[in-house]
């Protein structure tokens, strides 16, 4: 799917748009990636709020330790600073080790959690260039309906100054209601 139309890769995209200072993350320097981690693991503590932009483009669902490779990019943000996803949403069985829902995102990088700003679109069917803005399902009181097919999910998060570090894990908007009765 070309969400960068006209480029292969995302570092010409970007540096067409004025951004100098791109840095790319890979597991190996098959690619030729500047730097080298494996995201199931924890960035190294000085990459931490280095970033005001921090594009994961495919990446997460292929790492195991998923909620470890989300923090992480997470962490790389600096606070104000951006971060975009993009993965499967539905019906790509075989890419990758996960799928995600709108749910995940809104709950994952919500106001609570330290974040100041997050939206969340879908593009269906597969390959299209149709966006769908999705309404996060708390603040609607109701599940979003699932895409119907092969369908890619885009987050767009804005980082505040709260550390996501120091708060309770996201739990799905359906029962958050239950927690506040025990």
């Not at 895409?147 to 708060?167: A, D, H, N, R």
Request: proline share 8%.
């Amino acid at each position: 799917f070309p969400v960068t139309i006209g480029f292969a890769f995302w570092e010409p995209f970007l540096r067409s748009l004025g951004l100098n200072r791109i840095e790319s993350l890979d597991f190996s320097d098959h690619e030729n990636a500047g730097l080298l981690h494996d995201l199931n693991l924890p960035v190294p503590r000085d990459w931490h709020g280095a970033w005001d932009l921090v594009v994961d483009s495919g990446t997460c669902e292929h790492i195991w330790n998923f909620p470890q490779a989300v923090k992480n990019a997470a962490d790389l943000a600096r606070p104000g600073g951006w971060i975009f996803f993009t993965t499967p949403c539905e019906g790509l069985a075989g890419h990758g080790f996960y799928q995600l829902s709108p749910e995940f995102f809104y709950r994952t990088f919500s106001a609570e959690r330290g974040f100041a700003k997050t939206e969340v679109w879908i593009n269906r069917p597969y390959g299209s260039r149709r966006l769908y803005q999705v309404v996060d399902s708390q603040a609607a009181c109701a599940r979003n309906p699932s895409p119907g097919g092969p369908s890619m999910i885009f987050c767009l998060t804005q980082k505040g100054e709260k550390s996501v570090e120091t708060v309770p894990l996201p739990i799905q908007s359906d029962y958050i209601v239950y927690r506040d009765w025990e």
